[in-house]
C-alpha cells in the first residue's frame, strides 16, 4: 500500500484495519466508495511506536499520523488533518467528508512523528484506521433568505451570514456539526479558531 496503484480497500462502516509504519517515514494509502450526499467520519486511532533501542526500548508511546483526502482523480486534495485535538498529547487524524458524488475516493496516512521525539525515532508504529457514515446536526446560511436577528439556522429560517453561523454552533468528534451555506454572495471577513476551520473534526461548510 505504498502507492496509490498499491492502495487498500476500507469499506465505510466495517471493522477498523490495523496498519504498521516501517520504516520511519513510510506512507500508506488507502482506496474506498462513497455515496453521494452522505458525511463520513475518517479517523486513525490507538496509534503506538515502538522502540527497538535506548532507554526507551520495548516501551510504547504515541506517533503521530498525518491524513490526506484526495477526489476521485487522485490528485485533487479534498482534506487534510494531523492532530485531532488542541493538545498534542493526542495524535489521532480526523476528516469530517460530505460526498458530492458517488465514486471511489482515497487517502494517504503518513508517519508525521518529528526526529526530535522525545523518545527519539521508532522502529516502526501500529494505527487503527475506520470510516463511518454518519449523520452530523445541520445547520443552514442563506445570505437572500435568512436573518442574523430572527434566524435560528433551520433549513425554513436560516441565518444570514457564515460568520454568525460559526459563533453560534459547537459541535465534538463524536457529534460534529455541519453548515450549509446557500448559494449567494457572501461579502464577509471571517474569522474563526483554528480548531473551527476547514478541516475540523467539528465544522463542516458545504
Known sequence: D???AQATTLTPDGPRQVHHFYPKGDTDYFRFNATSD??????TANITIEHSAG????VAHSSDTVMTLYDTDDVTVLGYNTSLARQDSRRESFILFTCQKSGQYFLKVADNTPDNDSYGPGSGSNYDIGIQAISPAEYFVSTNTGSDITGNGSQGTPWATVQH?????????????AIKVAEGVYHENITCDIFE??????????
Not at 532507554?55 to 520495548?58: A, D, E, L, M, Y
Not at 476551520?197 to 458545504?206: E, K, R, V, W
Request: aromatic share 8%; charged share 10%; proline share 11%.
Open 165 to 177: 453561523a460559526i459563533d453560534s454552533v459547537t459541535g465534538s468528534q463524536d457529534h460534529p456539526v
Open 2 to 4: 505504498d502507492t496509490i
Open 197 to 206: 476551520s476547514f478541516p475540523n473534526p467539528a465544522l463542516a461548510l458545504g
Open 55 to 58: 532507554p526507551n526500548s520495548g
Open 38 to 43: 452522505t458525511t463520513y467520519r475518517i479517523f
